[in-house]
């Protein structure tokens, strides 16, 4: 049986010279590649085209939503699972949503890392229940919902009760592009109005 090829993307050395000898002592798995950075994990996985890639939640140069969506850009089948220190942080969930296909936390013990591992790469989806709990069906929900990331984000700050100007602030978007993913949103949900759009977001689980 070949093993899964497996590519691990973290800004710490340590980290990553220990998952790579954690990941070599299983037969199924073969590490081929590492980097350290969100940019460099883009050229070296276009170009080594791994099964699995684990990705460090934090890194120095992008967040881990963007490089998420250019990892599915420049290679569609691998399977990309967010390795994180930070169970809580709202990053996760914006990585699922960016297509992430789990989450892990790097506690995990060796032999449940390496079976999460190999749930994701039969196709499951696997998030540490210690990880936003809900985070699965929530984006699940968003799926379902229509709404794409952006739509979310505005709306979820809109529920927090910032204002157009304050959502605009929070994000770095311009104020008539808040209103259009807000009117977007509302359209996508049926509703007339924000407070309509919240309470029917809610509902469907997605706030």
Request: glycine share 8%; net charge neutral.
């Given at each position: 049986?070949?093993?899964?090829?497996?590519?691990?993307?973290?800004?710490?050395?340590?980290?990553?010279?220990g998952?790579?000898?954690l990941l070599?002592s299983?037969?199924?798995?073969?590490v081929?590649?590492?980097?350290?950075?969100g940019?460099?994990?883009?050229?070296?996985?276009?170009?080594?085209?791994?099964?699995?890639?684990?990705?460090?939640?934090?890194?120095?140069?992008?967040?881990a939503p963007?490089?998420?969506?250019?990892?599915?850009?420049?290679?569609p089948d691998?399977?990309?699972?967010?390795?994180?220190?930070?169970?809580?942080?709202q990053?996760?969930l914006a990585?699922?949503?960016?297509?992430a296909?789990g989450?892990?936390?790097?506690?995990?013990?060796?032999?449940q890392?390496?079976?999460?591992?190999?749930?994701?790469?039969?196709?499951?989806?696997?998030v540490?229940?210690?990880?936003l709990?809900?985070?699965?069906?929530?984006?699940?929900?968003?799926a379902?919902?229509?709404?794409?990331?952006?739509?979310?984000?505005?709306?979820?700050?809109a529920?927090?009760?910032?204002?157009?100007?304050?959502?605009?602030?929070?994000?770095?978007?311009a104020?008539?592009?808040?209103?259009?993913?807000?009117?977007?949103?509302?359209?996508?949900?049926?509703?007339?109005?924000?407070?309509?759009a919240?309470?029917?977001?809610?509902e469907?689980?997605?706030?």
């Amino acid at each position: 049986m070949t093993p899964a090829t497996v590519f691990v993307v973290d800004d710490h050395p340590v980290v990553r010279d220990g998952v790579t000898l954690l990941l070599r002592s299983d037969p199924c798995l073969s590490v081929i590649g590492s980097a350290e950075s969100g940019r460099l994990a883009i050229e070296r996985v276009a170009a080594l085209a791994p099964d699995l890639i684990l990705l460090d939640l934090r890194l120095p140069d992008m967040l881990a939503p963007e490089v998420v969506t250019e990892l599915r850009r420049v290679h569609p089948d691998g399977k990309i699972v967010v390795f994180t220190a930070h169970g809580d942080h709202q990053g996760v969930l914006a990585a699922l949503e960016s297509g992430a296909h789990g989450c892990l936390l790097k506690d995990a013990a060796g032999a449940q890392l390496v079976t999460e591992l190999r749930r994701v790469l039969r196709g499951e989806r696997v998030v540490d229940p210690r990880i936003l709990p809900d985070a699965g069906q929530r984006s699940d929900a968003l799926a379902r919902s229509g709404l794409t990331r952006r739509e979310y984000e505005v709306l979820r700050l809109a529920a927090q009760g910032q204002t157009n100007p304050e959502i605009a602030e929070s994000t770095g978007l311009a104020r008539n592009t808040v209103k259009t993913y807000l009117q977007s949103a509302l359209h996508k949900l049926g509703a007339r109005n924000r407070v309509e759009a919240i309470g029917k977001a809610s509902e469907a689980g997605l706030l």
